[in-house]
């Protein structure tokens, strides 16, 4: 089994491990990337042979339209009471705090997993970590974001670039991702932190979940 083939079992397997969490006439919460798309993939599968009712609000465009190609009732979070359940993958996990935004849907996936009633993070093995160190992304407004890289010049933040654009990588709220390497030693002090610098919207520390789920070559388990 090549290394690629075993990360794609172990993110199956932590899709499967969150999708035992699903009940009949739930709002499910979805989150980004590429285990989140996993997770969808199962969903409708279950949906279909269960016959469930579900309903689903998503955080990315990727995972709106993956979902709906799936066959699932995609909805708006205004046409809803509540999320019971949110399921989203991470960059970087310790037992404590989460790193997040490798795909620029920090903010929505902050918004949508802080407001479920069950928050569980879905992972393959490499992405567990000690302590919380590597890439925290930020969320900022274009007009604020030379003040925002001034502020934080000590951690040589950089403006995320397109790859097949020119210009800088814009997220679905039309704003510019700011990419830094941290080690964070006090993640919900410097979650908050971070969040009250003016001109930043949001950032990928995320210190409020329920478990995390680790998909491993042939189970997987809660961290």
């Given at each position: 089994m090549t290394g690629a083939v075993a990360m794609d079992e172990e993110k199956i397997n932590a899709a499967r491990g969150?999708?035992?969490?699903?009940?009949?006439?739930?709002?499910?919460?979805?989150?980004?990337?590429?285990?989140?798309?996993?997770?969808?993939?199962?969903?409708?599968?279950?949906?279909?042979?269960?016959?469930?009712?579900?309903?689903?609000?998503?955080?990315?465009?990727?995972?709106?339209?993956?979902?709906?190609e799936n066959g699932l009732w995609v909805t708006e979070p205004d046409a809803i009471s509540e999320i019971d359940l949110a399921v989203d993958g991470a960059d970087k996990v310790t037992k404590t705090a989460l790193l997040k935004g490798g795909g620029g849907a920090l903010t929505r996936e902050k918004i949508i997993d802080y407001n479920a009633k069950k928050f569980i993070v879905i992972v393959d093995?490499?992405?567990?970590?000690?302590?919380?160190e590597g890439n925290v992304a930020l969320e900022?407004?274009?007009?604020?974001?030379?003040?925002?890289?001034?502020?934080?010049?000590?951690?040589?933040?950089?403006?995320?670039m397109a790859v097949k654009k020119l210009?800088?990588?814009?997220?679905?709220?039309?704003?510019?991702?700011?990419?830094?390497?941290?080690?964070?030693?006090?993640?919900?002090?410097?979650?908050?932190?971070?969040?009250?610098?003016?001109?930043?919207?949001?950032?990928?520390?995320f210190t409020k979940f329920d478990c995390i789920i680790v998909g491993k070559k042939d189970k997987w388990e809660r961290l």
């Open positions: 969150a999708l035992q969490e699903v009940k009949n006439g739930m709002c499910i919460g979805l989150g980004s990337g590429s285990t989140v798309r996993e997770f969808i993939k199962l969903l409708a599968e279950k949906v279909k042979k269960e016959k469930l009712s579900v309903c689903c609000v998503t955080t990315s465009f990727d995972s709106r339209m993956l979902a709906i093995e490499g992405k567990v970590q000690k302590s919380l900022v407004l274009p007009f604020a974001t030379p003040m925002v890289l001034k502020r934080l010049a000590k951690y040589k933040p950089k403006i995320r210009g800088p990588v814009v997220s679905d709220n039309g704003s510019f991702i700011i990419d830094m390497e941290m080690k964070v030693d006090d993640p919900k002090k410097t979650e908050q932190e971070l969040k009250g610098i003016p001109g930043i919207i949001e950032n990928g520390i």
